[in-house]
């Protein structure tokens, strides 16, 4: 296997191991190994479909708890939460989503939730855990979309979808026990972008708008010359070349950069509902999430950002085994239902 040039360069990652046993919490670390012990290939040295065959966090996730002999059962790691798969409309047809819905009496809020992995790779299965999570900590319904991908897909179509999808939800909200008045959007990593732009794009639509945004590592602008970028530019399981390797699949062109869906710091964000941000501190996004946060409150949005330390990127979904994550949930769900248990809307208008 060490002549497989797919492979992680053995000496930067060799360093990234030894940086990581120095800032990574404890059980940030064992996930760290444990998904290291699964095998995964250098994403950026990959081809699309290669990259999408990888393991993943939630696969590590899954590894270390058997491991521990441990439940991996979704519905014993996050009790009181049932989901079932359906199709949504998307922009250009139909579209896989998952919907979490909690114990309870409904009708219940809406979470309209985006997926990471760099409008590339991954899916809805892959981010099950942070979806799920989120269900239970706001109480609400939380519906997860699989958005056409890249590069099969290119730049827009993700966020066509993303707004075809709210618009899917405000009108079908009734039929998933949800209350379309208390909608919110949200998101992870390339989905964090998508739920920030989702709220802009709804409100220059003139759709009945959000409630609340919560946007988990979102990207947010385009320069890989960041603090955070350099900090972090080897660290795991995101580094620098990733974030290259995925920009350089999703575009038409590099001007497509300077688009204000994409870089958000450049977007007229008047107007959007109050914004929750989470970042990480070994990730190469966590200065996307600060610079974001800065021109939200220039625009008059209301916005609160924690970050968590000794934790990297994918972190939030790994509630199972990694403690701020925990935390992480239950913080985004406080903020998500505050929102959410105001008054509801009027009735919104026809779409």
């Known amino acids: 296997m060490s002549g497989d040039n797919k492979e992680p360069n053995a000496i930067l990652n060799a360093l990234s191991n030894t940086i990581a046993a120095i800032r990574a919490d404890d059980d940030m670390l064992e996930l760290a190994k444990a998904h290291e012990g699964l095998h995964p290939k250098a994403i950026e040295k990959l081809t699309p479909e290669e990259a999408r065959r990888q393991p993943t966090i939630a696969d590590a996730v899954h590894a270390l708890l058997q491991s521990k002999g441990l439940s991996t059962d979704p519905a014993v790691l996050v009790p009181g939460v049932r989901s079932r798969d359906t199709v949504v409309d998307g922009a250009a047809g139909v579209l896989p989503a998952r919907v979490f819905t909690p114990e309870g009496v409904g009708p219940f809020p809406v979470i309209l939730f985006f997926h990471g992995g760099g409008w590339v790779i991954a899916d809805k299965a892959v981010y099950d855990a942070g979806a ?16 056409r991908q890249a590069p099969e897909h290119k730049f827009p179509a993700a966020w066509d979808d993303a707004l075809a999808a709210y618009r899917w939800v405000l009108s079908h909200a009734g039929e998933i026990d949800g209350d379309a008045t208390r909608l919110a959007l949200a998101g992870e990593s390339a989905g964090g972008n998508l739920a920030v ?21 979102p990207v947010a602008q385009t320069s890989l010359n960041t603090e955070s970028y350099l900090e972090n530019a080897i660290a795991k399981p995101l580094n ?27 977007a007229d964000l008047r107007g959007l509902p109050p914004v929750t941000l989470v970042n990480a501190s070994i990730d190469p996004l966590r200065n996307d999430g600060d610079k974001l946060a800065t021109a939200l409150e220039a625009q008059g949005v209301a916005v609160e950002r924690r970050v968590y330390d000794g934790v990297a990127h994918e972190f939030f979904g790994a509630a199972a085994v990694v403690e701020k994550a925990r935390q992480a949930q239950a913080y985004a769900g406080q903020r998500l239902s505050r929102s959410l248990r105001q008054s509801p809307r ?3 208008s026809p779409i």
């Open 132 to 147: 799920r999570g989120l269900s239970h900590a706001a109480q609400a319904v939380v519906v997860s979309v699989d958005y």
């Open 197 to 217: 732009a989702t709220a802009v794009a709804v409100r220059d639509a003139g759709l009945p708008p959000p409630l609340h945004v919560l946007a988990v590592y």
């Open 240 to 266: 620098r070349a990733m974030v290259e390797w995925f920009v350089g699949h999703l575009l038409n062109d590099p001007d497509e950069k300077k688009d204000p869906r994409l870089s958000l710091v450049d």
């Open 346 to 348: 009027t009735t919104p």
